[in-house]
């Protein structure tokens, strides 16, 4: 693949020659370009070079643009205001260089220089519970972002940090111990497969009774917290109990991400437990080390900066003062075993903004121990919560946590009904119906979470989630299905085909402009772990196109046939395009809608 260049990075490149040019004396020097509407881009570079050289910034930049030659590229170049330079770039430099990307499968999105490996932490959900409203963003941004940074040509290795370890374990064990069916599944048809919903369902009924049992009978109380030290241990039975469990969970954990349209693979799922051999080593590298210390029985590591209430020191504690480890023994190992074994260059967790501190002390404590060096980089891709229309924390009416599934579900049943009422003049089957309702739903479910700064909180509204008007992946799906529409109506009678030699109306050049923006868009949402700037993106797209098909018939178009190719060739990049940056986004784009 040969790498495309935009067509800001070609003029950025003639004014930062022509400046060079023009005025040797000051250097290499950035012509701060951006786009404009008062022109195609803007350059505002000559305003702070005019100050470093005591000069007037509307002389030198007449001065530039006497340097700059047009050719093929710059159609009209002014100077405005106290010295910036507006720049409109010609008709043809605008196809051509889309003709150049659509020639490409990768629509001329280069691959990053210098790759590294990312060992990204999401969709992290806990053994034996039921998955709520709040394990849905982790799941959605991270797989969002292994799609984006794969692309770039990163390579990432996904794990599933799950909760599969703990002391309620000692409870469940014990009660499966002493009712030994209860994670039998009672039906007549033994050989058909486990559905997520039955599989929870058992898992629900047993962690109930044990709790009951266990705040209940104190004697059993006693068993279930020898059977965590067996657990800890190692011991052969326990652990086969333990692992009945898990595989229960991991059934029903993948029919939900089955639903989000997501896939999560067994060999990626490293919980707690993957752990659990390293941590010994872990605090001992740490004591010795003098990383950590002894304070009233616990090893902890202190902060200058992060203080309780009381003004006192709040500790990372590795090891409890019982001999218990705390979840940074854990983090902190799992951190060794990325970086030494992974060979990660990147960590990068996609966890709730409430855990902040938590991780900003473990990173911290990695770097003073050497396992995170300075050619390895940690981030949080810290996310918001997801909020009712009210404003506050999604809810029952009881006021219990939303469950995962029953969230989907809705959303699923929502779109479709939207789908069914637009099909009638399509004439879609009722399997077409059904499938094109799923990936609406829950495409607007993902966009809605993506589309969302993942820093900031958002509101959860199916309503708006599932409108065609507005910033929504419903709007986005159906601005592609037109365009399939489209084409599939142009048929053998014209083809897309680049016709650089055309002029352009003003939604040609806007739609072309834009189109042009999707490789830096893509690097940039990359680089800063940031996927709402490619929702923001395409919704903008889809937005430009509908105009462009407002104002320039494409099938009718008045040019006569190499109108007609040039705007099918809009309409097919266009098309791509969407596709492509859905698809980054783990959304997908029906054909027919």
């Known amino acids: 693949m040969t790498s495309v260049p935009s067509l800001a990075a070609t003029v950025n490149q003639r004014v930062a020659d022509a400046l060079s040019a023009a005025l040797p004396e000051a250097g290499a020097a950035d012509p701060l370009l951006r786009r404009s509407d008062r022109a195609d881009f803007q350059a505002n570079g000559m305003l702070a070079l005019a100050k470093k050289l005591k000069g007037n910034p509307r002389e030198l930049a007449s001065q530039v643009v006497g340097q700059l030659t047009g050719g093929d590229v710059i159609k009209e170049i002014e100077v405005s205001g106290p010295g910036f330079l507006n720049i409109t770039v010609s008709d043809e430099a605008i196809v051509r260089t889309l003709a150049a990307r659509a020639a490409d499968d990768r629509l001329g999105v280069p691959y990053a220089e210098n790759p590294g490996t990312t060992v990204i932490d999401y969709a992290q959900p806990n053994v034996a519970k039921e998955m709520h409203v709040g394990h849905l963003r982790s799941a959605v941004i991270g797989a969002a972002m292994v799609e984006i940074l794969e692309f770039t040509g990163e390579k990432v290795i996904r794990r599933h940090h799950i909760g599969d370890w703990g002391t309620q374990f000692g409870m469940l064990i014990q009660y499966?111990?002493?009712?030994?069916?209860?994670?039998?599944?009672?039906?007549?048809?033994?050989?058909?497969?486990?559905?997520?919903?039955?599989?929870?369902?058992?898992?629900?009924?047993?962690?109930?009774?044990?709790?009951?049992?266990?705040?209940?009978?104190?004697?059993?109380?006693?068993?279930?917290?020898?059977?965590?030290?067996?657990?800890?241990?190692?011991?052969?039975?326990?652990?086969?109990?333990?692992?009945?469990?898990?595989?229960?969970?991991?059934?029903?954990?993948?029919?939900?991400?089955?639903?989000?349209?997501?896939?999560?693979?067994?060999?990626?799922?490293?919980?707690?437990?993957?752990?659990?051999?390293?941590?010994?080593?872990?605090?001992?590298?740490?004591?010795?080390?003098?990383?950590?210390?002894?304070?009233?029985?616990?090893?902890?590591?202190?902060?200058?900066?992060?203080?309780?209430?009381?003004?006192?020191?709040?500790?990372?504690?590795?090891?409890?003062?019982?001999?218990?480890?705390?979840?940074?023994?854990?983090?902190?190992?799992?951190?060794?075993?990325?970086?030494q074994g992974l060979g990660a260059s990147s960590l990068l967790y996609v966890v709730d903004a409430r855990q902040s501190l938590h991780f900003k002390m473990v990173f911290e404590t990695a770097r003073r121990a050497g396992w995170l060096g300075e050619d390895v980089e940690a981030v949080q891709l810290a996310f918001g919560t997801v909020l009712g229309k009210d404003g506050k924390p999604f809810k029952t009416r009881e006021g219990e946590t939303v469950r995962l599934v029953d969230l989907?579900?809705?959303?699923?049943?929502?779109?479709?009904?939207?789908?069914?009422?637009?099909?009638?003049?399509?004439?879609?089957?009722?399997?077409?119906?059904?499938?094109?309702?799923?990936?609406?739903?829950?495409?607007?479910?993902?966009?809605?979470?993506?589309?969302?700064?993942?820093?900031?909180?958002?509101?959860?509204?199916?309503?708006?989630?599932?409108?065609?008007?507005?910033?929504?992946?419903?709007?986005?799906?159906?601005?592609?299905?037109?365009?399939?529409?489209?084409?599939?109506?142009?048929?053998?009678?014209?083809?897309?085909?680049?016709?650089?030699?055309l002029p352009l109306a003003t939604a040609e050049r806007a739609l072309g402009l834009h189109l042009d923006q999707f490789a830096e868009t893509l690097e940039?949402?990359?680089?800063?772990?940031?996927?709402?700037?490619?929702?923001?993106?395409?919704?903008?797209?889809?937005?430009?196109?509908?105009?462009?098909?407002?104002?320039?018939?494409?099938?009718?178009?008045?040019?006569?046939?190499?109108?007609?190719?040039?705007?099918?060739?809009?309409?097919?990049?266009?098309?791509?395009?969407?596709?492509?940056?859905?698809?980054?986004?783990?959304?997908?784009?029906?054909?027919?809608?």
């Open 408 to 501: 989907l579900d809705e959303a699923v049943d929502r779109a479709t009904a939207v789908v069914r009422e637009k099909s009638e003049k399509i004439g879609l089957t009722d399997a077409e119906i059904a499938e094109n309702g799923s990936q609406v739903g829950i495409g607007a479910v993902k966009y809605a979470d993506l589309s969302t700064s993942a820093s900031r909180d958002y509101k959860f509204d199916l309503d708006q989630m599932v409108s065609l008007n507005g910033d929504t992946s419903v709007y986005i799906q159906y601005a592609y299905a037109r365009i399939r529409s489209i084409l599939r109506k142009a048929g053998d009678t014209a083809a897309p085909k680049a016709h650089p030699e």
């Open 176 to 339: 499966l111990i002493e009712h030994p069916h209860e994670l039998d599944h009672k039906r007549d048809d033994a050989s058909a497969e486990v559905s997520g919903e039955e599989a929870m369902s058992n898992l629900n009924r047993l962690y109930k009774a044990s709790r009951a049992l266990f705040d209940s009978d104190e004697e059993f109380k006693d068993r279930a917290r020898r059977r965590v030290v067996d657990l800890q241990a190692g011991d052969e039975e326990t652990l086969a109990l333990w692992q009945r469990f898990v595989d229960e969970s991991k059934v029903y954990f993948y029919s939900v991400f089955d639903k989000l349209d997501m896939e999560i693979r067994d060999a990626d799922v490293v919980g707690e437990s993957g752990y659990n051999a390293m941590l010994e080593e872990t605090c001992r590298l740490l004591e010795e080390s003098g990383v950590a210390v002894r304070s009233d029985g616990a090893l902890c590591v202190f902060f200058d900066d992060v203080k309780g209430p009381d003004g006192n020191p709040t500790p990372l504690i590795v090891k409890k003062s019982n001999g218990g480890y705390g979840y940074a023994a854990t983090d902190l190992s799992a951190i060794r075993d990325r970086v």
């Open 524 to 593: 940039e949402a990359a680089a800063g772990y940031e996927p709402h700037k490619l929702a923001a993106y395409l919704y903008q797209l889809a937005s430009l196109f509908t105009t462009f098909y407002d104002q320039c018939p494409v099938l009718k178009a008045e040019g006569g046939s190499e109108q007609i190719e040039n705007r099918l060739f809009l309409c097919d990049l266009t098309a791509r395009t969407l596709h492509r940056g859905m698809a980054l986004l783990g959304i997908r784009t029906p054909e027919r809608l």
